[in-house]
Every structure is written in C-alpha cells, then in structure tokens.
C-alpha cells in the first residue's frame, strides 16, 4: 500500500491551483478544446449547482433523494448495521442523512478534495449524530486513500461502505470511470459495499432540457467556468461571445456540454495566447447515461459485482448496490 500514503495528506491550495491552471491550459492547447468538468465547482459554481438541483427539468437529485427514501428499509437490510461509510465527495446534506439513518454506521468518512465544502458538511451532520465519529478526509479521491489511519482505534477492521450518490461516475469516460471504481475497492477493501447512483438513458428531450433549463441556470454553471478562468488564471475570454450548448451524443450515451464561440475571438489565460474560430466549442462536460447493462458492465469492469438495483416508478434513475 506503498502509493496509499502519500494520498493522505492534504492537498494545499497551491497546488490545486496549479493543476486548474495546468489543466486548463492543455485542455485550450489542444485540436478540440476541453476543459474537465471538476473545475466547475469553485464557490459561485457550487452555488449555482445546488440551483441546478432544484430546477423542474433536472431530474436527478429529486429521483435519486426519492429511491432511497422509498427503498430505505430495503437498502437497511441490504447493506446491514455497524459499516464506516465512506462518502465520495463532500456529503450531500440530503443524501447523507438518509444512509446514515438507514445503515446505522460505526462511523463516517466523507472524502473530499476541498476542505472548505468537508467542513460546511461535517458541521451539520455532527450536531444530528452526536454518537457518531465523523472523520473528514481532505483528499483526491480519484487515487486510492489509506483510511486506516485516520479511523479511530479498533476500527479499521470494520467492513466499509463506499456511498457515490448523484451519478457523479457520470462524468467521467468509461475508461477512467473503472480506474476509478477500482480505486474505490482499494481505498474500501475486502468485503466492501459500494452504493453507487446512475442516472439512466431516456429520451433526448428530456435529457437536453435537464441540460438546458429554461431560466438559464445550466448556462450560467457553464459559463461560470469561463469566468472563473478570466479570475483566477488572468484570463480574457469574451463572455458574451460564448453560448451554452447542452446536447445528447447518442454514440457514446452522454450529454455533452459546451461552450460554443459566437465569433472568431483570441483571448489569452495565464499570458498564453489562444484562438476560436465561430462555432468552435470548449468542450465542458460529459454526463453519461447507463441502462442496466452498461450499469453492470462499467461495475464488473472496475471489480464490482452489483447485488441489487432500486430504481423510481418512472425508470429515471438507478441506486445499485455491488460488492467487492
Ligand atoms: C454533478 C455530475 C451529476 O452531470 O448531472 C448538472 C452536473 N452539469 N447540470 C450531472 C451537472 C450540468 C451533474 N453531476
């Protein structure tokens, strides 16, 4: 577990801000611009998500809260008493509570690569289960995370449960969603639980209106990116020269978003000159959609066999539960 370790310290403002600007400048430098969608969630993007959840064409953060209320005793029995749940991104303050309740957990590891958004979390959940040792990790989750050591004594042998919620597995390719999941069974070990949201593939319409919301709030989360870049990287990107596009790509099962340029435009980040042509597109986000079968083949992929799979009356959204 040599490469564990080094994951365990915190990951310094500094340097995150040095792989947002790495990033995004490889992602401008290259033929087909992109840019990877976990650099949204800075302050203002975060805020404007939370938005986005409540919005009547996006559908899954009120589907997914709704299976695991409605399934709840189901899920209880299923994944048992007396786990450490380990969180994949700072809890979720709806989400959270109704797994906690559900598998009464001998303790809770919410994992998180901004300290900021683990503490906002933490705070609340601490004054509702005053019982329960909540221990946050301030780390990348997408390498492998040697908890051992920050449990409390006699629980590191404690059978885990990785919880994803939100089909956050989403955005990630096929190819780095099972290097993923097989970090998750690193990080949670022999005998592990994983419960994981997907959202499922459904008409176009429905799809690209969960991406394109009528008040334009999807918009502003998208163009908060650009925005975010001109503030922290220096940048000039014409803002009002840049449309939100939001569109289902059939081949690869996913919405896509973009950010489509209005005009030819030259705009520099970090002193570094870059050039569109109209109609040229930053490439922002992909949100991938599953159905039964692509669910079960990215799980076995990234060695996780599903046990179970709770959906909603409408077929919307899937909860599945896989062992290691
Ligand atoms: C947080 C990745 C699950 O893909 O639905 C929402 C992000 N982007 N609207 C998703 C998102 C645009 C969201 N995930």
Redesign the pocket.
């Known amino acids: 577990m040599a490469t564990a370790a080094s994951c365990l310290s915190e990951v310094p403002r500094d340097a995150l801000q040095a792989q947002f600007r790495a990033e995004v400048l490889q992602g401008l430098s290259q033929t087909r611009k992109a840019i990877p969608?976990r650099w949204?969630y800075d302050r203002r993007g975060s805020e404007l998500?939370e938005e986005?959840?409540r919005l009547d064409e996006?559908y899954?953060t009120r589907t997914e809260i709704g299976i695991l209320t409605d399934r709840q005793d189901e899920i209880a029995r299923a994944v048992g008493s007396g786990r450490v749940i380990v969180e994949f991104g700072a809890g979720s303050a709806t989400k959270t509570p109704l797994l906690l309740d559900a598998a009464a957990p001998s303790a809770y590891v919410p994992i998180d690569i901004s300290g900021d958004f683990l503490r906002d979390a933490c705070a609340p959940l601490e004054d509702c289960y005053p019982e329960l040792p909540i221990v946050p990790a301030e780390a990348d989750f997408m390498q492998p995370i040697a908890i051992d050591a920050l449990l409390p004594e006699g629980m590191e042998c404690e059978r885990r449960l990785g919880f994803f919620p939100?089909?956050?597995i989403?955005?990630m390719e096929p190819r780095a969603a099972i290097d993923l999941l097989r970090s998750m069974r690193e990080t949670l070990g022999p005998g592990s639980l994983l419960l994981i949201g997907m959202?499922r593939v459904k008409p176009r319409p429905v799809l690209e209106a969960?991406?394109d919301d009528a008040r334009g709030v999807?918009a502003a989360?998208?163009l908060n990116l650009a925005a975010r870049i001109n503030r922290e990287l220096d940048g000039s990107l014409p803002l009002d020269a840049l449309r939100h596009r939001?569109v289902w790509n059939d081949r690869h099962a996913r919405?896509e978003?973009h950010l489509v340029a209005q005009r030819d435009m030259g705009f520099e980040v970090c002193g570094r000159r870059f050039d569109m042509d109209e109609g040229e597109t930053i490439h922002t986000?992909?949100?991938h959609k599953y159905d039964m079968r692509s669910a079960s083949t990215l799980l076995l992929g990234g060695g996780w066999e599903p046990l179970s799979t709770w959906c909603d009356a409408d077929d919307r959204f899937m909860v599945v539960l896989a062992r290691a």
Do not use: L, R, V
Request: charged letters at 10%; proline letters at 4%.
């Open positions: 969608a949204f998500f986005i959840t996006y899954p939100g089909s956050t989403g955005n959202d969960a991406y999807t989360f998208n939001a919405i978003m986000e992909n949100s």
